[in-house]
């Protein structure tokens, strides 16, 4: 497959990614930013995974891949929308993949993980507002740090002003990322499969559906959103 003209391709685990912005180009430790939600999903409760990137969407693409779980992909930015669609397409997950212009409800539960941008403190604080506006009971927030440690200490004070509180902490190749979980949660003790620790991770806008993709193998089991196929 090639890319279209203005856009660039690349593998990202597995999966094929177009991208046509540097912030947007995949790389290792955000490879391994989306292993680390993939392997959150099945301990959290049923509902749709929101990727708050603005772009390609390769994050929440490849968290979701070989599941059931649907994926509302934030893209607000010019041609974002088309470049995350036609990931989504790429990729065989378009029925699963909705792409919208701002965050919003998509249904009664809430989102059950929210995954942050890689970017700045001012798109990360932004994330904090989302997450602490939609996450549904029991849900969680995936956030990349900056990898400057006044920025980041800054946001994770900023994270408890917005009733989120740290439950673990990756240090991944070359930058990190955090997770939290709604105060409120933790308190009622719905956290408790996750393990505090610091360790290296390795193994309502405009809205449009993605169109269907050719049918996959028939390898999918028929049991929850949340079931993975073999890497």
């Not at 890319?3 to 999966?15: E, I």
């Not at 499969?193 to 269907?212: A, E, K, L, N």
């Amino acid at each position: 497959m090639t890319a279209t003209a203005g856009t660039r391709l690349a593998y990202f685990g597995r999966l094929e990614i177009t991208w046509d912005r540097p912030h947007d180009e995949p790389e290792q430790w955000t490879t391994d930013v989306a292993r680390w939600a993939a392997s959150l999903l099945p301990l959290l409760p049923q509902g749709p995974v929101l990727d708050l990137g603005d772009g390609a969407c390769h994050v929440g693409l490849l968290a979701v891949a070989g599941t059931r779980r649907p994926l509302v992909c934030l893209a607000d930015s010019e041609g974002g929308e088309d470049v995350a669609l036609a990931n989504a397409r790429r990729n065989g997950l378009a029925e699963q993949v909705t792409v919208v212009g701002v965050p919003a409800a998509t249904d009664d539960r809430g989102y059950a993980l929210v995954l942050g941008p890689v970017g700045g403190p001012v798109a990360q604080i932004a994330a904090l507002r989302v997450a602490a506006r939609f996450l549904g009971e029991g849900g969680a927030l995936l956030l990349p740090l900056t990898g400057h440690p006044s920025e980041d200490a800054g946001l994770l004070a900023r994270a408890h002003e917005h009733g989120l509180t740290e439950t673990e902490r990756r240090d991944l190749e070359s930058n990190g990322a955090v997770l939290f979980r709604r105060s409120s949660d933790v308190e009622a003790g719905l956290d408790d499969h996750v393990v505090v620790s610091t360790h290296d991770s390795r193994p309502p806008g405009t809205v449009r559906q993605g169109t269907h993709a050719p049918s996959r193998a028939p390898s999918h089991p028929p049991a929850t959103d949340d079931t993975l196929e073999e890497h």
